[in-house]
């Protein structure tokens, strides 16, 4: 059964940084894809960063410089540290991967950023 739990959500000001991690159990990590979305209040979902089995990331322009995916393979671990951040940012962030050509999510873990 896939599984992912994400953590590290919580209330910041503009300028501030947080440190998301997710927790993944059932897929073969080490050769999995796996992306961080977000989804704001009254948008739709949209992706933030990936990371491939090799490590290569992908970032959506708005984060591009102030976020960073990194992952662990041997704790099947998945991070995303975001500094610089706006209010623009605030939304829930989810965990995802494919596999057998379905999208897995786990429940988010929501980010404020208030002023």
């Known amino acids: 059964q896939v599984q992912f739990v994400e953590s590290g959500g919580g209330l910041v000001q503009p300028g501030g940084s947080l440190r998301l991690s997710c927790a993944a159990s059932?897929?073969?990590?080490?050769?999995?894809?796996m992306g961080w979305y977000r989804q704001a209040p009254g948008k739709q979902r949209e992706a933030v960063a990936s990371i491939l089995s090799g490590s290569t990331t992908n970032y959506a322009d708005s984060v591009k410089g102030r976020f960073t995916i990194s992952r662990d393979n041997a704790k099947n671990m998945v991070y995303l540290q975001m500094n610089n951040l706006q209010p623009a940012d605030t939304a829930v962030y989810y965990c995802?991967?494919?596999?057998?050509?379905?999208?897995?999510w786990g429940k988010g873990t929501t980010v404020t950023v208030f002023s």
């Open positions: 059932g897929i073969n990590f080490r050769f999995s894809t």
């Open positions: 995802n991967t494919m596999s057998g050509g379905r999208a897995y």
